[in-house]
């Protein structure tokens, strides 16, 4: 969500698991609710035991629009909609399927060409004029875009070091459970950080909140199963950067540190 440079200060940062003095006291389920974003939130900076994430409204503001295009209370909500109903996942679940089943990287580039050609000409075949039709094609050009490079970034991470990390190894095993923890993680992060902003009031953020841990605990048992999800979900995003190596560290900081809040509530 923030600068590569921004971002490396963040994972050399020697302060972790940041609390909010003032918190009030929440119930179990809403520790779980914030808890689901403990991840992207210790990449962030962000308090884990609060709604506010204890960032200021002149530091949200900019870096809202300048990711998500979130300038007003409609942008907020549109892409909070998002994540719930679609995010990376729905990308995911396109081209995995053909990457189990085709083998070769352009044999699978045409099949997930062919795959969002075919749900273009569909959506066209219902489009009412020229200009939906050439709506349409642009936005299924786009996802396309970002389906083959979803594709080569996981193809890359599987056929290289990542394969074997013995911490969370970019294999069949791991990419069958999916990323969904991926966007409910953000989900959380963002509706924070949407309320912080000023974009939506406090009872809406905590729907949203509520509502990442409903979908999060409904496919996951264990934090240690959210975790791998999560990292999964940005190597995909990212491919084999220099910022999935902090992705790793703070996930690995998440699991393992006994000061971890995953340590001291379970997922459900």
Known sequence: MFSKVNFFFRTLSSKHFRENPKAPQLTD???????????????????????TTGMGKGHLRPELYKWYGIMYPKDAISILDWFVSEGHRTIFNSIWPIMKTVDGAEARQEAIFALYDERFRQAAAQAGSDAEINSLKEQYETEYAKAAQ??????????????????????????????????????????????????????????????????????YSTWDELGVAYLIGRGMWSGDSFTLIGMYNFTERC??????????????
């Open 255 to 268: 699991l393992k540190d006994e000061n971890s809040p995953w340590k001291t509530i379970t997922l459900k």
């Open 150 to 219: 979803f594709c080569n970034n996981l193809t890359e991470l599987m056929n290289g070091p990542r394969a074997n990390d013995p911490f969370v190894a970019f294999n069949a095993k791991n990419l069958d459970n999916g990323i969904l923890a991926w966007d409910m993680g953000r989900l959380v992060t963002i509706a924070r950080c949407a309320f912080d902003a000023g974009h939506i009031d406090e009872q809406t953020a905590w729907d949203y909140v509520r509502k990442a841990w409903q979908l999060a605990s409904a496919e």
């Open 29 to 51: 389920a809403d520790k779980r609710a914030l808890l689901v974003g403990l991840i992207n939130g210790e990449q962030v900076t962000a308090c884990y035991n609060s709604l």
